[in-house]
């Protein structure tokens, strides 16, 4: 399995290290409810250097992306990041990521960590004009920092004005720590926060540098099951859980980021006859009635009738419930409607309520 450049670090911080997509990450450090509500309150440090990148460039690079992507990047300034699906013909989704525009013929493509081998292949299939890329993960690390705090700490560790960063921009050369670094304001878990790139042998120092300044406002480290609860709440997708080959971009609420006005796009046909024709079925967020945790996979029925299943599904520390997201019925995804999910073999009572379930506190 792959280590990040941090894994010695999360092993000195008595990080609990569990596979994640061929990664041997940190799950939790000191308690996934602590850190989860440390992020809400002050501020968490993500080690996420397992996320793939790839650089896209050449005089047709933006071409070539405006027709691989669901998203329109035809007006982007550039430093701006721009999220989109990159889909397969029939309307599935290869993967979700985040695009960033350096200039009309530079982008960076930041992809999910499991994803990014597939990412690459489809990729290259695809490649058509004067246009190259790259596969630069390993030479990259990227931290997260989360929470309201987050642009408070980090400006400690630069000289940079954090504030000249706006919602989904970046700025290619930020000192941070000492270190030359890209840093955006994008974020995973429904509160301010920064993402911080450089190579990948910089990022111990990094790391550590701003634990220490940030230690005293509160900052901790962060593993992925916080990471998870958090962006459960806001009801941010997850690539196998809420989208996937099986699950399209309109079906998980995400018809804002696939722009059918475009001239052409892989998968725009099969994408725009379901739109005309009405979805079957989309993601509806619910609460648990009856005891129990809903878990991804989990069947939901009406009557003992199969009409969706969990997405996602956890304890909730912020709002102390259990909740779940779900791709049901399109019927039943009326806020107040009424259904059972399976857990260990028992129908217990859930109720259909609105996404997300926490109010994102980006800063626009």
């Known amino acids: 399995m792959k280590k990040t450049p941090l894994y010695e670090n999360h092993l000195a911080l008595n990080g609990k290290m569990i596979e994640f997509g061929g990664w041997l990450l940190p799950v939790e450090y000191t308690g996934i409810i602590e850190e989860h509500r440390q992020v809400r309150e002050a501020a968490g440090l993500f080690d996420v250097s397992h996320m793939g990148e790839i650089l896209v460039r050449g005089k047709d690079a933006g071409a070539f992306l405006q027709q691989i992507l669901t998203n329109d990047l035809s007006k982007a300034p550039d430093g701006k990041v721009i999220y989109s699906p990159m889909c397969y013909e029939g309307g599935g989704v290869v993967d979700d990521l985040l695009v960033y525009k350096y200039r009309d013929d530079h982008y960076l493509l930041v992809v999910n960590a499991a994803n990014t081998g597939k990412d690459f292949d489809w990729i290259k299939d695809h490649l058509s004009g004067d246009v190259d890329a790259v596969n630069v993960s390993d030479s990259w690390a990227q931290l997260a920092i989360q929470g309201p705090l987050a642009e408070e700490i980090l400006q400690k560790g630069t000289d940079f004005s954090?504030?000249?960063?706006?919602?989904?921009?970046?700025?290619?050369?930020?000192?941070?720590?000492?270190?030359?670094?890209?840093?955006?304001?994008?974020?995973?878990?429904?509160?301010?926060?920064?993402?911080?790139?450089?190579?990948?042998?910089?990022?111990?120092?990094?790391?550590?540098?701003?634990?220490?300044?940030?230690?005293?406002?509160?900052?901790?480290?962060?593993?992925?099951?916080?990471?998870?609860?958090?962006?459960?709440?806001?009801?941010?997708?997850?690539?196998?859980?809420?989208?996937?080959?099986?699950?399209?971009?309109l079906e998980a609420g995400l018809s804002a980021f696939v722009k059918l006005d475009k001239d052409s796009f892989i998968g725009k046909e099969a994408l725009q006859i379901q739109y005309n024709q009405g979805l079957t079925r989309r993601l509806a967020g619910f609460e648990m009635v009856g005891r129990g945790i809903p878990r991804s996979g989990y069947e939901i029925v009406d009557n003992g009738n199969p009409i969706g299943f969990v997405t996602s599904g956890s304890f909730s520390p912020s709002l102390g419930k259990n909740l779940g997201l779900a791709m049901i019925d399109s019927r039943y995804c009326l806020p107040g409607t009424e259904f059972d999910v399976i857990i260990r073999n028992k129908a217990v009572r859930a109720r259909v309520t609105e996404i997300p379930f926490y109010r994102k506190k980006y800063r626009k």
């Not at 706006?166 to 941070?176: D, G, I, K, L, S």
């Not at 550590?208 to 962006?231: F, H, N, Q, Y």
Request: hydrophobic share 40%; aromatic share 12%; proline share 8%.
């Open 162 to 249: 954090l504030k000249d960063i706006r919602f989904y921009t970046f700025f290619p050369e930020v000192t941070v720590c000492g270190v030359q670094a890209m840093v955006s304001r994008t974020g995973y878990t429904g509160e301010d926060g920064f993402e911080i790139y450089m190579p990948a042998d910089k990022a111990p120092k990094v790391w550590e540098s701003l634990l220490e300044v940030g230690r005293p406002k509160g900052l901790m480290p962060v593993g992925l099951g916080a990471r998870d609860t958090l962006r459960f709440e806001a009801a941010l997708p997850l690539y196998g859980h809420e989208l996937s080959a099986d699950i399209n971009p």
